[in-house]
């Protein structure tokens, strides 16, 4: 068992003490994260276009943690959670985009207004705020930018069209941020996880066996959990993460393996 002295020092490795984190999206891996940012002792914003999520979220948290209630699919709202969390938090050192939502069914039976939806809130959002957030980060030539990615960017997973399109774009996207950005001293990654049981998920999993057919794929043998995702998402923000830019970190217990 780990000791506490071990814990603690484990914690100061990642040198996230009193950093600025702005983490938009608050469900399930973002809400994930936002905990596990506050117990290394980040000051902690979070954004999202539930007030009721956010407060859950905050009444788990040790500290005070500012809340901004916007729709970030749009370059103005986008550019207004970035200036309003340099405000309150003092500056800007890591953002985290945990933004994202599904619509499982065929190809064909798809509308466009649900194809441009999916696209709006999943890579609409992560474009303006990591174009905003680059653009701060890049004139103090310091900062950590996170999105949550998945391997549905990578695999073909059937019934997932819009949303695997719009994670294969944020790969993509992300490193070349990356590229552009690394001679300012800013990181860009992404984490790509597996099956993991989320709120964007849970129903899904209930139903006609899918818990136990998705986990029967994975090498680990079982799901995910957010808590899993949050640890890699605060290595790829710290200070142990400085020569690592553009790389997608798969955190899926093997599934993109077979």
Not at 110 to 134: H, K, V
Not at 202 to 229: I, Q
């Amino acid at each position: 068992m780990e000791s506490d002295n071990y814990r603690e020092n484990s914690l100061d490795w990642l040198g996230l003490a009193g950093a600025r984190v702005l983490i938009a999206g608050v469900g399930g891996i973002g809400g994930a994260c936002a905990k596990a940012f506050d117990k290394v002792g980040a000051k902690l914003a979070v954004s999202d276009i539930s007030v009721s999520g956010m407060a859950h979220l905050c009444d788990d948290l040790s500290s005070s943690v500012v809340q901004i209630e916007a729709d970030a699919t749009q370059p103005e709202s986008a550019n207004a959670i970035i200036s309003e969390a340099i405000e309150a938090l003092g500056g800007l050192d890591v953002f985290v985009h945990a933004i994202g939502i599904n619509l499982r069914k065929p190809v064909l039976e798809f509308n466009p207004d649900q194809w441009r939806r999916i696209q709006s809130i999943n890579l609409d959002s992560a474009f303006y705020l990591c174009q905003e957030a680059g653009r701060v980060m890049t004139a103090n030539r310091y900062g950590r930018i996170v999105i949550v990615s998945s391997v549905s960017g990578l695999l073909a997973h059937s019934d997932h069209a819009p949303y695997a399109a719009t994670k294969g774009a944020i790969n993509q996207m992300m490193k070349v941020m990356a590229r552009e950005w690394a001679p300012m001293g800013v990181t860009v990654n992404a984490i790509a996880p597996g099956y993991v049981e989320t709120e964007l998920t849970k129903d899904y999993l209930d139903s006609g066996g899918h818990r136990e057919e998705l986990s029967s794929l994975v090498p680990a043998g079982r799901l995910g959990t957010p808590e899993e995702m949050a640890g890699p998402v605060l290595f790829l923000s710290s200070a142990q993460c400085s020569f690592v830019t553009g790389h997608v970190l798969y955190v899926d217990g093997g599934r993109t393996l077979v």
